[in-house]
């Protein structure tokens, strides 16, 4: 290991020989940097983010979100940072609006639905409760609390898109925790 700039690396040093070139790529392949390992350590929440393809009567899309963040009081606005690739960013956009679901300790296992279809086939919607906020947004009915957003705007950011919201209208179902989230590793999933 040596330091470069105040920080540990153990990517420096020389490689000498096919035995220790080999060893180099084993340990890039398992060590995370420092900074991944910092980054990871940033704090995020766990959140279902819905919305309805095509409009209120449109069908319901989702994903289990953890880059989101209120970013203004008046008026309240929160963004949420999807991989870029994803259909849900166009579907945002199609419907204009998107819901926002706070999970806790008690309603965080509602993620698991969204990470593949159930034994008999149902997808996330059809296994688990949700109800329609004012506009159509479907938040889940077991959440901590939920908000639901009007689209202000989509922002370019690397591998992701921001999605800007004005939340509209929202509430807390009860006074838990939220769930928090450290990933292992702050430069990937």
């Not at 179902?173 to 292992?184: G, I, Q, S, T």
């Amino acid at each position: 290991m040596s330091r470069q700039n105040g920080l540990e690396s153990s990517l420096s040093g020389p490689i000498q020989g096919p035995r220790n070139a080999f060893r180099m790529i084993l340990r890039m392949a398992t060590e995370l940097t420092p900074l991944a390992r910092a980054l990871g350590r940033i704090p995020t929440g766990l959140y279902l983010v819905t919305t309805r393809d095509g409009g209120v009567d449109g069908p319901p899309q989702g994903f289990v979100g953890s880059f989101l963040m209120q970013v203004g009081f008046e008026p309240p606005v929160v963004c949420v940072a999807i991989k870029k690739g994803r259909p849900y960013v166009d579907q945002i956009r199609r419907n204009g609006r998107f819901g926002v679901s706070i999970l806790d300790a008690s309603s965080q296992g509602a993620m698991k639905a969204f990470f593949g279809k159930s034994a008999d086939g149902k997808g996330p919607f059809e296994q688990l409760a949700f109800e329609n906020a004012p506009h159509g947004s479907p938040v889940l009915g077991s959440a901590l609390a939920w908000f639901e957003c009007k689209l202000q705007g989509v922002h370019d950011s690397g591998d992701h898109e921001v999605v800007f919201g004005v939340v509209e209208s929202g509430a807390a179902a009860r006074d838990n925790e939220p769930a928090v989230h450290l990933r292992k590793n702050g430069l990937g999933y």
